[in-house]
């Protein structure tokens, strides 16, 4: 049962992070029949713990409130700095006696430095995830996902996906009534769709070569055609073996992966911003049918398009 909550206050945390952690499990939810958790902020060296952005937090207890803890919690910490050593300890013991244990954002580097994730899958924000699996190489980092639960260890991705682990963990452990109450106060979703991948900006490859920005800049004003390899190296003046090899040389990826991405990426922006149907939209962007552009959502985005335009799409007043 999750009853005693820990959340490891650390030099130069972020406060949002933190305040994600206390706001799901500090909070007495009692009067609206939610959870109410035996809640403590701990620290290695208790007194005022400095922030990423300038203030201070005082915390008053030291890290023997985590003996007995049921959830260790680890916010977002900075990123190349020696954690305190009783710090890992803390988060080793917590490991080795089975109790959940959960990092937001860059607080998985805490966790790899601790061991923990060695042999476990994982994730972090996206602007670190290549980071993380550089110098944790024991760790399997998946860089698409809002959360990854591997065993009792949680590692959420950038920012407000530490309220996703955090529910999670209380839809594991309390039920989906729980959660959701927790979800309500906090005006939130208590369970989002898809992952990190949707939230990245993924900008149209630059091509230096006129020849190629020329067969690009077709390709985005013909999306809904059959662009066949043989139908683009025809357009550059090429034969199709060329124009495969040279365009990879040029862009990275293969046409039928640029192509697909950019089909994506329009895709996106129809969801965003119109009222066409998924079935048109689909025409529209070349995937000739919404079951084939559902595909590639789930595929890529790790969602379907219907929930990409309840999330993104404009809302009518």
Not at 25 to 30: K, L, Q
Not at 229 to 243: E, G, N, P
Not at 288 to 314: C, D, I, N, S, W
Request: hydrophobic share 45%.
């Amino acid at each position: 049962m999750l009853e005693k909550v820990v959340c490891l206050a650390l030099p130069q945390m972020a406060p949002f992070e933190f305040g994600v952690i206390c706001e799901v499990f500090g909070i007495d939810r009692s009067a609206m029949n939610g959870p109410t958790f035996d809640f403590h902020v701990i620290a290695a060296e208790p007194g005022p713990i400095p922030t990423k952005l300038g203030f201070d937090i005082v915390v008053h207890e030291d890290l023997s409130a985590a003996d007995d803890a049921d959830l260790v919690a680890v916010p977002a910490a900075l990123i190349g700095e020696t954690p305190h050593p009783e710090v890992l300890r803390v988060v080793r013991e917590a490991v080795e006696r089975g109790v959940w244990v959960m990092s937001v954002c860059s607080g998985a580097f805490i966790l790899g430095e601790a061991g923990v994730l060695d042999g476990r899958r994982s994730t972090t924000h996206w602007m670190y995830t290549d980071q993380l699996a550089d110098r944790f190489p024991g760790t399997d980092v998946d860089p698409d996902v809002l959360f990854v639960q591997d065993g009792k260890v949680v590692t959420g991705a950038g920012t407000a996906a530490g309220i996703d682990a955090a529910l999670h963990i209380v839809r594991t452990e309390l039920g989906a009534t729980a959660a959701n109450i927790v979800a309500r106060r906090m005006v939130v979703p208590p369970q989002r769709d898809g992952g990190q991948s949707q939230y990245i900006a993924t900008p149209v490859p630059e091509c230096t070569s006129d020849s190629f920005a020329v067969v690009t800049e077709w390709m985005l004003e013909n999306l809904d055609r059959d662009l066949t390899v043989d139908v683009l190296a025809k357009k550059a003046l090429m034969s199709s073996r060329t124009f495969a090899r040279r365009f990879r040389a040029e862009t990275g990826t293969t046409p039928a992966a640029w192509l697909n991405r950019q089909r994506l990426l329009r895709a996106q922006q129809l969801l965003e911003s119109s009222d066409l149907t998924l079935e048109e939209i689909a025409r529209e962007t070349g995937f000739g049918a919404a079951a084939v552009m559902r595909h590639h959502f789930v595929k890529v985005l790790q969602t379907t398009p219907t929930a990409y335009r309840r999330t993104f799409g404009a809302r009518v007043a």
